[in-house]
């Protein structure tokens, strides 16, 4: 164990001594590869756990400014009971160290020896000995790296002391999202990250973001979801972060998420409207056929609670207390087939007490609702004529409503 610290300690002392400054920036000595000197290199005097900002600069402090850059590969994984979603990206964060060293005349600048013109490319574990600023992501849920041989992340030096740090990552973070609408439900995630301790007076942000949909020649990197994505710029509203702490700078952009509800159409939808329509059959059949009227009605209510079982099981659980539009669906065409089922009990009543056989006095001419209730006593057959011509409209009715001119995005809105 003791071996092992004091190579750690040899292998973080020789990498120090590779980038700190002795007598100058040029300093032959000072060479991160062999034979070309390190166009830059750190002071003695350099403290690490300070911010440049607290620093002087022409007598005053200044506001320090970092910049994000979101390469965004897609929106793998959209978990609605969680309410998180992935989005793998490569993470970039630069700023400016001012307190470096830099050897303007370095030959390192003019060529791409070490990474692109005018940038110096170290290796990640670099970063450690330079300060770094303490970051946040709001709503992060978890932060994941990626490995190969090693840590998917790179260090820049710019020849006017720009740091960049890139690392490839996958993120997970929460999204409030709302249910009452499903399956028409559409969702806005806010991807935000700021500074952690420093508020917007020490510390500012700005950044940009590359969306996997922006390039139209570029083939799409994105993976069926339920969801269509859209990306955009991170709101005005959204670029200040207000806590009991204070205020807060935050970048970023933000995820449109919109449900494909298109797969609902053929596997609930239409299946219920045509278990519903199969149930005006029973209005057509010899209500003394009872097995085969009776059976028709309860095989197919049946059929549709299951139905509204599996759906319930597999839907997102709905924030208020109403239920979201495909349960209304669904419990409206339970309704409609139970309808069919009271009207032919209805039926079975007037044949079992026999109240088809009465004399009753109707007036034919000018007919009363009580002579029209009697007529329908006599003849139980004109109240099922009567029923599929009610159930029928008032189902195209409820579906013209529903698919027409009901508003899904706005129907639950406070």
Not at 237 to 245: E, H, P, Y
Not at 275 to 295: A, E, Y
């Amino acid at each position: 164990m003791r071996s092992l610290f004091a190579l750690l300690s040899v292998v973080v002392t020789q990498v120090s001594s590779n980038i700190s400054c002795n007598s100058s920036p040029s300093n032959p000595s000072n060479s991160s590869t062999a034979g070309i000197p390190s166009p830059w290199c750190i002071p003695k005097n350099y403290d690490r756990k300070k911010p440049p900002f607290l620093f002087l600069t022409e007598g005053a402090l200044h506001q320090m400014n970092i910049h994000y850059t979101f390469s965004i590969r897609e929106v793998s994984e959209v978990v609605d009971n969680e309410q998180t979603l992935k989005i793998p990206m490569y993470f970039t964060v630069s700023w400016t160290e001012e307190r470096l060293d830099i050897d303007q005349n370095s030959p390192v600048w003019s060529t791409s020896v070490s990474g692109p013109a005018n940038q110096s490319t170290e290796d990640a574990e670099t970063l450690n000995l330079l300060w770094k600023p303490n970051l946040e992501i709001y709503g992060l849920q978890e932060f994941k790296k990626q490995r190969i041989l090693g840590e998917m992340a790179g260090l820049r030096i710019s020849r006017s002391k720009e740091v960049t740090f890139d690392i490839k990552v996958t993120i997970e973070i929460s999204c409030l999202m709302d249910f009452s609408d499903y399956p028409f439900d559409d969702h806005t995630c806010s991807f935000q990250v700021g500074s952690y301790f420093y508020d917007k007076n020490s510390v500012t942000c700005s950044s940009t973001f590359q969306s996997p949909k922006r390039s139209s020649k570029r083939a799409s990197t994105e993976r069926a979801l339920q969801h269509t994505t859209e990306f955009s710029d991170l709101s005005r509203s959204k670029r200040t972060v207000r806590l009991a702490s204070g205020q807060y700078a935050a970048c970023g952009f933000q995820i449109y998420l919109k449900r494909k509800h298109q797969p609902m159409i053929y596997q609930i939808y239409i299946p219920c409207c045509l278990f519903v329509m199969v149930s005006w059959i029973s209005f057509i059949i010899d209500p003394k056929v009872i097995p085969g009227r009776m059976s028709l009605l309860v095989i197919l209510f049946l059929v549709i609670i299951n139905i509204f079982n599996n759906v319930r099981s597999q839907a997102p659980l709905s924030a208020s207390s109403r239920l979201n539009a495909i349960d209304q669906f669904i419990m409206s065409c339970i309704f409609m087939i139970f309808s069919a089922i009271a009207e032919y009990a209805i039926i079975l009543s007037i044949y079992t007490l026999e109240l088809d056989k009465r004399d009753y006095q109707i007036n034919h001419e000018k007919p009363a609702i009580s002579d029209r209730v009697k007529m329908i006593l006599k003849n139980p057959r004109k109240l099922d004529l009567m029923s599929i011509i009610t159930f029928s409209i008032s189902f195209f009715l409820y579906l013209f409503d529903y698919w027409v001119i009901t508003n899904h995005d706005n129907d639950y809105e406070s």
